[in-house]
């Protein structure tokens, strides 16, 4: 049974750093095209990286030299490095898995709250 499960959100001030977690059961990290995204409320969701084979990384341009996306197959964990956080980073963050780069992904966790405030 495929399961993604986020953790490591919280209440960080400006320019600070979260590192968020998604634990993965029922497949490999680096078998899925891997990502993370973000929702704030009454706006859609947003990409805000991929990671392709363990390897290959994508950024959507506001968090790119900020934030960095990595995986570990030893401990099936995706990550999320955050740094130099910004008040308009602040939303709920959702790690999601599928086969294909150009489709929708097929699982999704349940999100974890990055708040980013003075």
């Known amino acids: 049974q495929v399961q993604l499960v986020e953790s490591g959100g919280g209440l960080v001030q400006p320019g600070g750093s979260l590192r968020l977690s998604c634990v993965v059961s029922?497949?490999?990290?680096?078998?899925?095209?891997m990502r993370w995204f973000r929702q704030v409320p009454g706006k859609e969701r947003e990409l805000v990286a991929r990671?392709?084979?363990?390897?290959?990384?994508l950024y959507t341009d506001p968090v790119k030299g900020r934030f960095v996306i990595s995986g570990d197959d030893s401990n099936n964990t995706l990550y999320l490095q955050m740094n130099s956080l910004k008040p308009e980073d602040t939303a709920v963050y959702f790690c999601?898995?599928?086969?294909?780069?150009?489709?929708?992904?097929?699982?999704w966790g349940q999100g974890t709250q990055v708040t980013v405030s003075s």
């Open positions: 999601a898995a599928g086969r294909l780069s150009y489709a929708s992904p097929s699982y």
């Open positions: 029922g497949f490999t990290v680096s078998t899925y095209v």
């Open positions: 990671l392709i084979d363990g390897r290959t990384t």
